[in-house]
């Protein structure tokens, strides 16, 4: 029998040791075993059984750490590439902590697809790769590289009917070493979803899986559905949370659906997530520390001294802020009327909130974030020719013959019109959206992913969006210009993340171009107290 359990009281129950839920129709949730010390910190004195049983665990730990198993051994890559030390570091973790369910929040650049590569050679059987449509291919080379001669077939799927088939007529192969690379745009698809259910998968991988974020979309449903019929699922992205918390909640349900099985729990558990005017809201910062206490904990951890000891395998990383020219007058006047009339419903929110009109407030919140998406576009708009005249002038008259610069934005209409001042001042430019059809994007990137472009188109201009699509900038591209800013940080990390990884030769510069008098002000104010909160899935 149990001792006598109280509502967030640590216990044991059987041969779990756990802790009850808060509140009505709360249930015992086990969590990892670690050492006495975390739990006495977290609940203060520790009853009696539960001291026990972790004494017994310690015990049973240390005779453990005197005969630690033998180390994984990884085969290399084809081109002769070993993993690093932090990638022996994830996929021991992968193997031996998580039991091959687990989300790896490597930054880009620090090499994840070889670890789900390799994750999936591990645990052997057939396997599923979600991935974006412009690197299935890609990532089909990355399986046959790392997993040379394991898997019998690597079938790319180029559309729903072609996948139905191949699964269909295939199935036989069901339990074989096969592995199936789908694009996350197809796995929507429920005829797929169906043939999918037809096999024995022993593997997922979902790379750039931050964007299942949303628990209700079609997507994340689908890889909910995938997920649980797989022993193991790994989930790679550099970006697990863009704005809040509660971003993590869908990757966690995808691992653990059993433990992680209600968004509005997870938001309020976790973050502090309440109704305020009309809104979710989260109130404070992922407990990272308390989510590390639920089952299996989900992630793998990686410390500053970790990254810091990847980084010095990198060239070096400079980062600069290059303040442009005063704006026209004209534009200062039509930015102070939005500011003006931004301040006001400022006003109004703040007074709603104060009295209790939830509506009212709601409805001055949206009309507010309406101004300050005008102010955002008004600046991108005013910043695209210095923009243009700074790289121009300044950046490529300095590179190299196989050197090129990659201009970063937030709104198309700022990528569209640098790319028209460029060209007027003669220079080559290619622009890459994130809503650009995979084709095309795929074709208008390639010159500067093999290096094979012409000395006159040096210019790469990219949304940030394109950037979550999982593109590379090496080699070849040395300068990277944030043009637009973005009020969440993680987003902005993309930019450099996408020169300043593996492959790099050249030292990368990063420069960020603010114009004075506009919402480049308000932006990296708002940066800045989001950089002093931010949230890292470390330890």
């Known amino acids: 029998m149990a001792e006598k359990v109280y509502e967030g009281q640590l216990c044991v129950l059987g041969n779990e040791l756990g802790y009850m839920e808060k509140g009505p129709g709360r249930k015992f949730l086990p969590t990892p075993l670690d050492n006495m010390e975390v739990y006495a910190n977290r609940f203060g004195e520790l009853p009696a059984k539960v001291a026990a049983f972790l004494e017994e665990h310690m015990k049973r730990r240390k005779l ?168 193991a699922c790994i989930l790679l992205t550099g970006t697990p949370f863009t704005n809040k918390g509660g971003d993590l909640f869908s990757l966690m349900h995808a691992l653990h659906p059993q433990v992680f099985d209600n968004f509005l729990q997870f938001s309020e558990r976790y973050c502090g997530g309440k109704t305020i005017m009309g809104r979710w809201v989260e109130t404070h910062l992922l407990r990272v520390g308390e989510l590390l206490l639920a089952k299996d904990a989900c992630f793998l951890k990686v410390t500053e ?41 400022q006003q109004k929110c703040n007074d709603a909130k104060r009295e209790n009109k939830e509506e009212d407030g709601a409805r001055f919140e949206r009309q507010r974030q309406a101004e300050v998406g005008k102010m955002c576009r008004l600046t991108g708009k005013e910043k695209a020719a210095p923009i243009a005249t700074y790289v121009s ?110 492959g790099a030769t050249d030292p990368i510069q990063y420069i960020r171009l603010e114009l004075p008098h506009s919402s480049d002000t308000r932006t990296t104010s708002i940066q800045g107290s989001k950089e002093n909160k931010r949230i890292r899935l470390e330890c």
């Open 393 to 502: 002038d300044t950046i490529l008259p300095n590179l190299g013959p196989r050197q090129s610069v990659a201009v970063f934005c937030i709104h198309h209409e700022t990528a569209q019109l640098i790319e028209a001042e460029l060209r007027k001042r003669g220079q080559g430019c290619v622009v890459v959206t994130g809503n650009m059809p995979a084709g095309k994007r795929r074709e208008a990137f390639a010159p500067f992913k093999m290096g094979t472009r012409k000395d006159d188109c040096k210019v790469l201009v990219l949304t940030l969006n394109a950037s979550y699509q999982g593109i590379q900038l090496q080699p070849g591209v040395t300068v990277v210009i944030q043009g637009e800013y973005s009020f969440t940080p993680y987003k902005e990390d993309q930019a450099p993340g996408r020169a300043h990884r593996k």
């Open 64 to 231: 453990l750490e005197a005969s630690p198993p033998a180390p994984l051994v990884w085969p290399k890559s084809k081109e002769g590439y070993e993993l690093d030390e932090l990638q022996l570091l994830m996929m021991e973790g992968l193997v031996r902590e998580m039991n091959g369910r687990t989300l790896i929040p490597l930054p880009p650049g620090f090499g994840k697809t070889p670890l789900g590569a390799l994750g999936a050679y591990y645990f052997a059987g057939a396997s599923v790769f979600l991935v974006p449509k412009d690197k299935c291919e890609e990532w089909a080379e990355h399986i046959d590289s790392w997993c040379a001669g394991h898997f019998t077939t690597i079938k790319v799927i180029k559309s729903a009917k072609d996948g139905v088939k191949f699964l269909t007529e295939h199935h036989e192969d069901r339990r074989s070493r096969t592995a199936v690379v789908i694009s996350l745009g197809l796995i929507k698809d429920k005829g797929l979803c169906d043939a999918l259910d037809t096999w024995t998968f022993r593997t997922l991988v979902v790379d750039e899986a931050h964007v299942i974020k949303d628990p209700q979309s079609q997507r994340a449903k689908a890889v909910f559905r995938v997920s649980s019929k797989t022993p």
């Open 305 to 345: 001294e970790q990254k810091e000891a990847a980084l010095k395998r990198l060239p070096p990383l400079t980062v600069s802020s290059v303040v442009l020219p005063e704006p026209s007058m004209a534009f200062k006047r039509t930015y102070d009327e939005l500011k003006a009339r931004h301040d006001a419903l």
